[in-house]
């Protein structure tokens, strides 16, 4: 871990203008989740501050800090632009519209963003206009202007921003309108990968792209064989080059990469028919779990080691997902009781009560139940007391159960005003 913050920050931006892999910020990310989530930022030098929103808005979307993420976000673009580093406001807008994705499937997220694809069209528009000098053309005006023409940071953050937005446009979904509009916004943004990216991808890297591009463009079989492929090799044990010379961290970033993807793929299909079963699903995202703890970054497979253990718990396997969340706390100590880890603890009550443990699951559903109710995830506060409440009886313990069950009934009442 990071000594202090500063010196986290430092090795943040060094890792920024070296271009080092994903693994590095992965742990910078985690260690920041750990250790320094409370930090202000009026504790870091003004030429660090850019570094620690980065940080703060990173490691509170893993944490499932939704609000935080999108507040850290606006102001590190806001922080880019007054220092007149616009590659780096882009890259934060970028961060916007993936956060905007996610906004539309949580209901509890204050924070108001536009939708992801008016998000997509800001951000085409700012890469129109970009200009990588105050007195030259703009990106939009000189087609020609490439990586070989700009700093290297300055091509590798908008590689960043356009590598994400092709992500959001990907994961764009609604009418034939949108799925029209979203292919648009898929090939502009992987033009601008190609114009901008200045090394070579790694042979993972490009067989990820062309799995979330296959699968994009419906040809789902095609996907799912793609990434199995890159699974069996990299599990192998087979080099896969790597320009930047990430080394074995970037290999296993790959292989995370790669099991996530494969979740996702096989979460569809599952829901796509009765007969198939979420182990599979389980078993990727606790790879995932492996993979994060190898790289001393335990707090990006949160939300991973979340959904595996929900899995685990609904193919009739509470013991399972028991050991897999209390790993997963373990891994993640010291990390504040975010929305992603008060989730992690509500599974882990439930787990603890199909398997009889009555004191463990009464104290993981009684805490998340009062931190929940700061929040507006109702169901999730009134779930956590109706288990604290069955677990209180069971235990015999009759005053707390009818506090409990008080506490239950007020937010039940909440809920349904």
Known sequence: MAQTLLSLLRDSRAAAVSG????????????????YWLATPDEVPDELR???YS???????HLGFADEAVGALRDLRHWARSHDDHALALEALALLAHQALGQEEDPTAFAELHSPSEMLAQLAQGFDGFRPHPDSPTLGEAPHITHRDLDPTVADRLTSAATTGFAVATNLSGSLEDDATACDFADTFAKLVRR???KPPSAADRQ???AQEAWFRGRREEAFELVTALVERLEEGEEDPVPSGGGSGAQTVSLYEAHDMLAHFEMFRAAESEASSLLSVADHWRTCMALAGELDAGVIALRCAGLAAMALLGEGYPGEAWELANAELDAIAGCPLSPAVLNLRYTLAEAALNCGLFE??????RLVAEWSEFSADDERTIGSYTMALVAA????????????????LAALERWES
């Open 55 to 61: 940080m703060r808005a990173s490691a509170a979307d």
């Open 50 to 52: 850019g570094e620690f």
């Open 393 to 408: 009886t069971e235990l015999g313990h009759e005053a707390i159960a009818a506090e409990i069950d008080e506490r239950r």
């Open 360 to 365: 463990e699951a009464l104290a993981n559903a």
């Open 208 to 210: 990820l792209w062309f």
């Open 20 to 35: 080092a892999h994903a693994a590095t910020s992965w742990r910078l990310a985690s260690d920041f989740a750990r250790q």
């Open 196 to 198: 901008f990216g200045r």
